[in-house]
Nanobody, 117 residues
Framework: QVQLVESGGGLVQPGGSLRLSCVAS?????????MGWYRQAPGKQRELVAY???????NYADSVKGRFSISRDNAKKTVYLQMNSLKPEDTAVYYC??????????WGQGTQVTVSS
């Protein structure tokens, strides 16, 4: 059974930083998958934040370019999202998945990120 478990969320002041982690367990061949970070704010649709391919190419939503950085460690079956210069509009539940188009087979339970003073 495959599981994705996110961690690292929390409450941070505007301008602060957080690093999210997503660890995969089970039979998932982590290294072959594109991994994506998504977020969903209250009353809004889920949106793709960033993704990283099996070849380590990356792509970001315009709203986070220059502030967020996605990376992966295949040996640890982990994908990271480094979030800097956080803004109140970054407040959301953040999810990881093995997809860049929202059609992943696997999703984590999410981790809450709240940016507020």
């Amino acid at each position: 059974q495959v599981q994705l478990v996110e961690s690292g969320g929390g409450l941070v002041q505007p301008g602060g930083s957080l690093r999210l982690s997503c660890v995969a367990s089970g039979s998932m061949l982590f290294r072959i998958y594109t991994m994506g970070w998504y977020r969903q704010a209250p009353g809004k649709q889920r949106e793709l934040v960033a993704y990283i391919t099996s070849g380590f190419s990356t792509n970001y939503a315009d709203s986070v370019k220059g502030r967020f950085s996605i990376s992966r460690d295949n040996a640890k079956k982990t994908v990271y999202l480094q979030m800097n210069s956080l803004k109140p509009e970054d407040t959301a539940v953040y999810y990881c998945s093995n997809s860049y188009d929202g059609r992943g087979d696997y999703w984590g339970q999410g981790t809450q990120v709240t940016v507020s003073s």
